[in-house]
């Protein structure tokens, strides 16, 4: 009986350490400098897929939208993020915005607008009530709205599940679960990261939806260095449940450029010219 509590003892304490190194290495992850300011222009290409092999082939003409997007931290640590994209193409969707508030404090919300310009309206973001996750998706990709805000790490616990190479980079492969606040407001019950041990950055993504089914691969390509700091050229969403693929890749990235706070806000979706001109100037 003896030798038997001792062996629970050591394992309780064993995954309380594992647990506290997840956390410490999400905590880097989340501290890593990726750059006051992001300006960048984004190709957003959608399509339904079948499978080739190990190959995705698309089963449908593309859907392709061009946007502008800018970004810039906010506080004391940069930990609070706002965000602006606008669709420049197709023709039939130019002017279409989105804006996006992430906030470091777990008890706030993200804040998300989405401006239609053909209606003239800003519609904001919001989920059902205060135990349904927000539905619908970026720009009729396959990222929701959800994978779009930031992740607050207070707000999950986490486990390391072990090591492995992948993409020949050495990583981590951690279990995300988030807590029962979040859990509520949340369309994934757990997520499985795989992270690069000597960069800290995520590298790819499995999602499971709440009743534990996988249902999105997110994959984070074309890692490059800029001004210093290493940037995510492209992010590839793999909807298992749609055979829906989304390709959303950032060229023409600027880090650390002047960004007026004034720009980053509702004027930027609703006045076309205050919007064209400072666009016109950051890129």
Known sequence: MKKLLILVTMIFVSSLTYAETAREIMQKVDDRDNGDTMISRVTLTTFRYVKKGKKMAPAEKPRVKMMDTVLKDYGPKGKDHKSVSIILKPQSEKGIGFLQYDWDDPNRETDQWLYLSAMGKIKRIVSGNDDEPKTGSFFGSE????????????????KILGSEKYRKRDCWVIQSVPLPKRARKSNYSKTMIWVDKERFMDLKAILFNRNGKKVKKIYFKNIKKINGIFVVGK???????????????YNNIRINSKVEDKFLTQRTLTDKGFRTRNLKKYQ
């Not at 709205?145 to 616990?157: A, Q, T």
């Not at 992010?235 to 890749?249: D, G, L």
């Open 143 to 158: 990222l929701s709205y959800e994978d779009m805000e930031s992740i607050n790490i207070d707000e999950y616990k986490y």
């Open 235 to 249: 992010i590839v969403a793999n909807n298992i449940e749609t055979r829906r693929v989304t390709n959303m890749v």
